[in-house]
């Protein structure tokens, strides 16, 4: 009995506590947030400039996964990736569009007849860093062998590389060589045929059939050279002890601190490199051939800071803590001129700031299952909800106006893509929706069932999906919002279960072919056309695109391709971005690359002039 | 049979007379309901807190069945993000939705959620700790060990693993508030049925032949039921925060219902603007609704605690 009682009276001192302690845990939660917010503002004006620091000081809005080449699959990790380790070919800093140049390769590679065989002299001399992992520490020559040694990694099933895919199906014996390795019937010493090296500096590669983005995909960090003694030496710890030819060096592991900062310093036996010496027309104006000729890279240090918050990010940038610093859709308003988007505020003007617009290469869609049975079957339907959609309305409200309202899957900035193109189905006009959606059967979206859209939880994503609804309602069609974790947004697509879908896609390469496997029926669901999109017009055109070089020829078949999805009409095309980056005064050298990631190596730092803006920041 | 027991037992225990159900005894005034309402009548903040729950009841009613704010829902893309004005007292978001329309179609949310959820976790609650109380033995152990193992799962895990399973909406988020929140209840009741079914008036009723049915629901749950008012109105506040913090996190009612949280989520992207009509309106609403439950909670418990009866 007495058991008894001391449990009631406890239960009742729980209940009485209960509600107040849970309040006290929400107002704890607001102010912590609170505290934290205050301490990332005021804890960065401690920070002094020095004078003869001229060190590189980047952020990236997500945390590094890994350092090795093999996975390199986000853009966060390859960013940091692509300062140590160089593959066969880069990108020119300067030149648009987008040209590739030599970079451990001594020149554009030899390329066969046919277009089976590509030959590639490599650069003497290279040094790969000094590492513990070779004897007496100091890096030894890259040959063409350890070319040979990286790409197998790719392919290797052991290693389970995002990266594969660049080369899967297309190098001779690669894949053969792939599925030994799993039955444990060869090792790295087995030859593959398709990757010859007749002397230590000549790589011979023999592919399996015309592959116009070989040079495309070489550029990626996917294909650079790593060093097979430190992946011998370190095993799964070579993700922290990076060992590569780069222009900069993380000197030991405790110089990256996860999740929070990563510093590299500069690598004294890099290979001769130097800074382009042309440029575009108005490049010079820019002073951006002041370094022409000069070695690279032009800076001794290079810090990567992760921020995953917007606001932390914003403030450290302004405070001069990052050297530049991409603006927040919710506090463009304090960075941008109300009257003028393209024009920076004039009280951070005077700071010394300047405001760098540069297109995203990207694309952003409404998806549409082409397997359901009545979005799938019903063209007028989908070209209807197309129609009612107000892509300018969005990139205003979500963009801040910072995007082009797409017409079609390829960006701009990337072969074929045509400004003078307009999509029909994408001009906003509810009275012709509503017209095509009375002549597809469902006069004001009588007869249609309610869709399910699947989107992200997070609170733009949410107020996204919330204003495609909103679209939607105002023809009549009834759609309701389901919100996914990343995972299972990935899963539902994947499993041809996502009805309507809002997602995005970046370039890998500038190649308009990057985006048009988006509708190539052999790629569908799991693979990257995630609407299953199938048109044998389209195949047709898509295939007999890959087998011709960059030219008119090929451009003419990318705009058929285009014509066609235009019409189908498998996404609601919706806004290529723009890039919105504040850089400090101090910054030189600076053109932003969408698709290169090697640009630290080119930036100029002015420690004086950081010295005397940044301390009156 | 039942008006014999309860004469007994109001002579042998004024606490356990369930007086409410024998209208002989009316005229008296003398019952354990008739004295809380006479207590909590001298609690004027008890009392005004009642008062502003009802009119956000009325408020709910209005605005559910369209006679105030029809429009709340309706998208104006033309007038996103105005500021204050006598047309819009909060301003409007990011759709041109005026902000007060939408603070009082969340009313309808938080209270339709409050209610729905601790009706349910009062029913399992009740039902729970009464069996495992008065049975005792193998049937109490397992329930128990129940709801020690609910409890032993941070309930901000456990609601939101549950509507990962159950999907989002209002109906999903009730059900899911109401599964994780009888714990508390269940234990309360549980230890009062101990007390109690060893009572004279528990074996008066079990002496003239009743069976278990009717000595818990008859005999013993009137004599707690002040137990279950207080939990239903504690529970009331805390499924209304938790379908806040759901919202807020993603993971709440569908996001074309309007919310509370929902409009909490959209400010935090706002104020940096700086635009703060949401966050004002959701919480003064959230602030009134929720300070006047406490309060009237609080009175209730005061009035309906037997040891207050003499002050």
Redesign the interface.
Request: overall charge positive; proline content about 5%; cysteine-free.
């Given at each position: 009995?007495s058991r008894?009682?001391s449990?009631?009276q406890n239960?009742?001192v729980?209940?009485k506590f209960?509600?107040r302690s849970?309040?006290a845990t929400?107002l704890q939660v607001l102010l912590a947030g609170a505290v934290a917010v205050a301490l990332a503002v005021t804890g960065c004006t401690k920070k002094r400039f020095d004078e003869n620091d001229n060190s590189l000081n980047l952020v990236l809005r997500a945390n590094v996964k890994g350092l090795d080449p093999a996975s390199a699959n986000d853009l966060y990790s390859s960013t940091v990736i692509n300062q140590m380790y160089e593959g066969l070919l880069a990108y020119n800093y300067l030149k648009r569009p987008f040209t590739l140049q030599p970079a451990l390769a001594e020149a554009m590679p030899e390329i066969s007849k046919d277009g089976l065989t590509y030959t590639f002299k490599i650069k003497k001399g290279v040094k790969f860093h000094d590492n513990a992992a070779f004897p007496d520490g100091k890096g030894r020559e890259v040959t063409a062998q350890d070319f040979v040694y990286s790409w197998k990694r790719l392919a290797d099933p052991r290693n389970t590389s995002e990266g594969f895919w660049i080369f899967d199906g297309k190098i001779k014996g690669l894949n053969e060589w792939a599925t030994a390795v799993k039955n444990e019937k060869a090792n790295y010493d087995t030859p593959v045929e398709g990757l010859q090296t007749p002397d230590s500096h000549t790589l011979v590669v023999k592919l399996t059939g015309v592959y116009h983005q070989l040079a495309y995909v070489l550029a990626m960090p996917f294909a650079s050279v790593v060093a097979r003694e430190a992946v011998d030496k370190y095993g799964k710890e070579f993700l922290n002890n990076p060992v590569g030819t780069g222009p900069f060096v993380l000197e030991k592991p405790s110089d990256w601190v996860r999740n929070s900062k990563i510093t590299l310093k500069k690598n004294p036996t890099y290979r001769p490199d130097t800074y382009p010496s042309e440029g575009m027309p108005g490049d010079a104006e820019k002073g951006l051939l002041a370094d022409a000729g000069k070695q690279l890279p032009l800076v001794d240090k290079l810090v990567f800071s992760e921020i995953v918050e917007d606001?932390p990010r914003w403030q450290n940038g302004l405070k001069g803590n990052f050297d530049w610093v991409e603006i927040?859709?919710?506090?463009f308003?304090?960075a941008v001129s109300k009257e003028d988007r393209s024009k920076i505020v004039p009280d951070l003007a005077a700071k010394g700031l300047s405001l760098d617009i540069t297109p995203a290469l990207d694309v952003t869609y409404i998806g549409f299952n082409m397997v359901d049975p009545v979005l799938g079957k019903n063209k007028l339907l989908r070209q209807a909800m197309s129609k009612a959609f107000?892509s300018k309305?969005y990139i205003e409200?979500f963009l801040n106006g910072r995007g082009i309202a797409a017409q079609g899957p390829v960006p701009p900035g990337i072969d074929s893509y045509d400004e003078a193109f307009k999509n029909p189905n994408v001009a906003f006009s509810l009275e012709e929706a509503k017209a095509l959606l009375a002549k597809a059967g469902f006069p004001e979206g009588k007869g249609l069932p309610e869709f399910q859209y699947e989107g992200l939880?997070?609170?733009?994503a949410?107020?996204g999906?919330?204003?495609f609804?909103?679209a939607m309602a105002s023809i009549g069609v009834k759609v309701?919002?389901?919100?996914n974790t990343w995972p299972q947004f990935q899963e539902k697509i994947k499993a041809q279960k996502a009805q309507i879908f809002g997602i995005a896609w970046g370039a890998d390469y500038p190649d308009a072919q990057n985006f048009l496997q988006l509708f190539y029926s052999k790629n569908k669901t799991p693979g990257p056309n995630d609407t299953s999109f199938n048109s044998p017009e389209f195949d047709k055109a898509y295939e007999a695109s890959l087998k011709l070089p960059p030219g008119a020829e090929r451009t003419k078949l990318y705009q058929k391709m285009r014509d066609i999805v235009a019409d189908e009409t498998p996404w609601i095309f919706n806004a290529h971005r723009l890039g919105y980056k504040l850089v400090h005064g101090w910054v030189g050298n600076f053109k932003w690359t969408e698709v290169a990631n090697d640009y630290p190596k080119y930036i100029r730092i002015d420690a004086k002039k950081r010295a005397e803006l940044g301390n009156k920041l | 049979m039942s008006s014999a027991s309860s004469n007994m037992t109001s002579n042998l225990n004024a606490v356990a007379a369930a007086t409410a159900k024998t209208p002989s005894q009316a005229p008296v005034r003398n019952s354990l309901w008739w004295d809380a309402f006479r207590r909590f009548k001298k609690n004027k903040i008890g009392v005004v807190s009642f008062w502003v729950i009802i009119s956000y009841v009325i408020i709910a009613i209005l605005a559910a069945t369209g006679l105030i704010f029809p429009d709340a829902q309706v998208?104006n893309?033309a007038e996103?993000y105005s500021s204050i004005s006598w047309a819009h007292p909060f301003g409007t978001d990011?759709?041109g939705r005026d902000i007060l329309g939408r603070a009082v179609h969340g009313i309808v949310t938080a209270i339709s959620i409050g209610l729905l959820a601790s009706t349910l976790s009062l029913v399992i609650g009740l039902v729970l700790g009464a069996i495992a109380g008065y049975f005792g033995g193998k049937v109490d152990a397992f329930v128990v060990w129940l709801y020690t193992t609910v409890d032993s799962i941070p309930y901000i895990l456990l609601i939101p693993s549950l509507t990962f399973v159950l999907?989002?909406g209002l109906i999903n988020v009730f059900i899911a508030v109401g599964l994780t929140s009888w714990v508390?209840t269940a234990?309360?009741v549980?230890?009062?049925f101990?007390?109690h079914k060893?009572r004279e008036y528990v074996m008066a009723a079990h002496a003239i032949g009743a069976g278990d049915g009717r000595k818990i629901f008859g005999h013993i749950l009137p004599n707690v039921a002040h137990l279950a008012f207080?939990?239903f109105g504690?529970g009331f506040?805390?499924a209304i925060?938790i379908e806040v913090?759901l919202s807020y996190?993603?993971?709440g009612v569908?996001?074309?219902q309007p919310s509370w949280g929902?409009m909490i989520?959209?400010a935090?992207?706002?104020?940096?603007?700086p635009y703060w009509g949401n966050l004002a309106a959701a919480t003064v609403f959230m602030f009134g609704l929720?300070l006047s439950f406490?309060l009237f909670?609080d009175a209730l418990r005061e009035a309906l605690d037997p040891k207050m009866k003499n002050k």
């Open positions: 009995m008894n009682n449990t009631v239960a009742t729980d209940s209960r509600p849970q309040s929400f606001q927040p859709k919710d506090n308003d304090n107000d309305t409200k939880a997070d609170s733009t949410r107020q999906a919330e204003f609804v909103q309701k919002i389901n919100s | 998208p893309q996103a990011i759709f999907g989002r508390t234990r309360l549980r230890g009062e101990f007390k060893s207080v939990q504690l506040v805390s925060k913090i996190l993603g993971l569908d996001p074309s929902l989520d959209d935090k992207n706002e104020l940096a603007r929720i406490n909670n």
